[in-house]
């Protein structure tokens, strides 16, 4: 009886350590890449391998294969450079890169360069590429022409990264441009200057056209002092007459609506103010 159960919890043991050991290799064999993600392969034989795994689980040699798994996302990344322009001003400026690895190249990607690779790529070829685009700019220029700027960083640093280094440039924007102080004081007095003469300008054009307006108003009077001239010389007095008669009228109408004015009759006429008649009956 003895021998029997010694037997089975022999039995049991072996099987137990099988178990374990199955799990062991199971958990080594298998592994998940989440979402974003990617997985190249390094054999202990071979090293890396040239397959890339997409998202899910996955299978692997155990002891002789692991899973190294890279962020295949779009990232954003900020490279800080100070450069000089055509006209020798010292400019500094801060891009932004927004950026990807190409899948397919991964494991060429992960020899060469590592984890690390975004920085490693973007501070290099970045630095080269905003050096040699502004250059061909004088400072007044990065101001004005910023959108272009950005557009011809954004096609060399595409093409170097996608090119030379498997990495894909979605997107390069100029978020920070600044320049030495001394040339920030020249600008802000060329902009005052500028809007000083534009001002000049307009008070110019203003008193240009109160002399036009001035003329035509002397040339309106000369016709108007010629045409009452011929009239008299035709007519007489009689248009002086009928000009008297009218502002005569004029008057007498603006002193019957004021209310403060009082209409005394010639002597002998006492139709508003009957003094003497009042006296006698009293």
């Not at 137990?16 to 064999?29: K, S």
């Not at 790529?121 to 220029?141: F, G, M, P, T, W």
């Not at 001394?182 to 008070?203: G, H, L, P, S, T």
């Amino acid at each position: 009886m003895s021998r029997l159960l010694s037997g089975l919890t022999g039995t049991i043991a072996k099987a137990g350590v099988a178990i374990a050991a199955g799990a062991v290799v199971f958990d080594n064999a298998v592994y998940t890449v989440g979402p974003g993600e990617r997985a190249i392969i390094f054999d202990r034989r071979s090293g890396i391998t040239g397959k890339v795994a997409g998202e899910g689980a996955n299978l692997v040699v155990p002891f002789l294969q692991w899973p190294v798994i890279m962020d295949v996302r779009l990232q954003p990344s900020t490279i800080n450079s100070e450069t000089g322009t055509k006209d020798l001003q010292q400019v500094k400026l801060a891009l932004r890169v927004l950026s990807r690895p190409s899948v397919s190249k991964l494991p060429t990607i992960f020899q060469t360069m590592g984890m690390d690779y975004r920085r490693t790529i973007l501070d290099s070829i970045s630095n080269e590429v905003l050096k040699a685009v502004v250059a061909r700019y004088n400072a007044d220029q990065l101001l004005t022409q910023r959108a272009e700027v950005s557009r011809e960083i954004r096609e060399a640093m595409t093409r170097r990264c996608t090119q030379e280094f498997n990495l894909v440039v979605d997107d390069v924007s100029i978020t920070h441009l600044a320049f030495s102080p001394d040339f920030e004081k020249a600008i802000e007095r060329k902009q005052v200057a500028e809007q000083m003469a534009e001002r000049a300008k307009f008070v110019v054009a203003k008193a240009e056209q109160e002399k036009l307006a001035l003329i035509v108003r002397s040339e309106g009077d000369a016709e108007a002092a010629a045409v009452v001239s011929q009239a008299l010389q035709k007519n007489g007095q009689g248009l002086i007459e009928l000009r008297r008669i009218e502002t005569a009228q004029a008057v007498a109408q603006d002193l019957a609506r004021n209310r403060n004015v009082t209409y005394l009759p010639r002597s002998g006429q006492n139709v508003l103010l009957n003094v003497d008649g009042a006296a006698g009956r009293k």
